[in-house]
């Protein structure tokens, strides 16, 4: 995959989410995990989410069970983020982040960040209007620390 813009994904609804739709956006990627205990971070991205969506900020959340954090069904999920944290951005079915059985989307973000193995939940990476990665972010790193590098983004 030469660019972002190739990568398809599954919605939780079963509908397709074809990143050629984010050409021209700021795309912030996350692996989520409902269980985890940085799963308030979901509250955080949601902010952001209504905060600059207008502006042209889109965020996608990917649950992974791959660090055994997810609840059992893509449904349930669904429900615990929206009931727990008011998610309404678009969220993927479940995915894996390494391994053999990886989201070739994830393949792709880590090649391109430098970085190898995702090693835990809530892992993120900014993707600027022009669809290059800006930069990946450490699971603990808040929402709130990625707010400045969202805004210089969406202002290019």
Not at 17 to 32: A, E, P, S
Request: with cysteine; proline share 4%.
């Amino acid at each position: 995959m030469a660019t972002i813009y190739e990568f398809t994904e599954t919605e939780m609804s079963g509908q397709t989410i074809d990143f050629k739709d984010y050409q021209g956006k700021v795309l912030l990627i996350v692996n989520t995990a409902s269980k985890c205990g940085l799963a308030p971070q979901l509250e955080g991205i949601e902010a952001l989410y209504r905060k600059y969506h207008e502006q042209g900020l889109e965020v996608l959340g990917l649950p992974s069970n791959q660090f055994h954090q997810e609840l059992a069904t893509d449904a349930a999920t669904s429900d615990f983020c929206q009931m727990h944290y008011g998610v309404t951005f678009p969220m993927t079915k479940k995915i894996a982040v390494n391994g053999d059985d990886e989201d070739p989307l994830f393949t792709y973000l880590k090649a391109t960040a430098g970085h190898g193995r995702i090693k835990w939940n809530f892992t993120k990476f900014l993707i600027g209007r022009d669809g290059q990665l800006i930069d990946r972010y450490a699971p603990i790193t808040t929402p709130e620390k990625v707010e400045p590098d969202i805004l210089t983004a969406l202002q290019k």
